[in-house]
């Protein structure tokens, strides 16, 4: 009966972790879509982002090995 219940519970734990993944990049599909229409509407401003994004980016990395 314990290893029924422990197989139960194991069934539900994927079925969840299934579900979180399928949401995750459902969620994942919508934003590369708005993202892509947001660049054919404004797409200097975007580049503008992009560059922003970058630079933040070597930023944090930067200050993420000096703490190391």
Do not use: D, E
């Amino acid at each position: 009966m314990i290893g029924f219940r422990n197989h139960h519970q194991s069934l539900h734990l994927q079925a969840f972790g299934l579900f979180s993944y399928i949401l995750l990049v459902h969620s994942y599909l919508i934003i590369h879509h708005t993202y892509h229409r947001y660049l054919h509407l404004h797409p200097r401003k975007s580049c503008h982002w992009l560059l922003y994004r970058k630079q933040s980016s070597k930023v944090s990395s930067f200050s993420s090995n000096s703490n190391y």
